[in-house]
Nanobody
Framework: QVQLVESGGGLVQPGGSLRLSCAASGTIFSLDIMGWYRQVPEKQRELVAIITSDGLANYTDSVKGRFTIARGRAKNTVDLQMNSLKPEDTAIYYC?????????????????WGPGTQVTVSS
């Protein structure tokens, strides 16, 4: 069973930086897509940034120019560098990974989630 473990959350002042890391275990396969989502109480979980195994990245508009996602050197790891943090970035951040398989022309996606790490931006 694939398990994702996040690290790097915490409390930071507005304008500060944090780096989130996520590592997957329990699989010998490469995870095709890895990324980060976030959620605040009473709102839906939203995509923050994702990156493919080829290095193609996509960001939600509110973090473009401030956050950078990158696959780690170790297999099945992903980092999120968050700069110029704002109070509205406060949320629980979840690592997400997707393994994609093709079988007889049909595409199958297997998503996995980490337990989440709290990021709080406050003075």
């Amino acid at each position: 069973q694939v398990q994702l473990v996040e690290s790097g959350g915490g409390l930071v002042q507005p304008g500060g930086s944090l780096r989130l890391s996520c590592a997957a275990s329990g699989t010998i396969f490469s995870l095709d897509i890895m990324g980060w989502y976030r959620q605040v109480p009473e709102k839906q979980r939203e995509l923050v940034a994702i990156i493919t195994s080829d290095g193609l990245a996509n960001y939600t508009d509110s973090v473009k120019g401030r956050f950078t996602i990158a696959r780690g050197r170790a297999k099945n790891t992903v980092d999120l560098q968050m700069n110029s943090l704002k109070p509205e970035d406060t949320a629980i951040y979840y690592c997400n990974a997707v393994r994609i398989t093709i079988n007889e022309g049909a595409r199958y996606e297997y998503p996995y989630w980490g337990p989440g790490t709290q990021v709080t931006v406050s003075s």
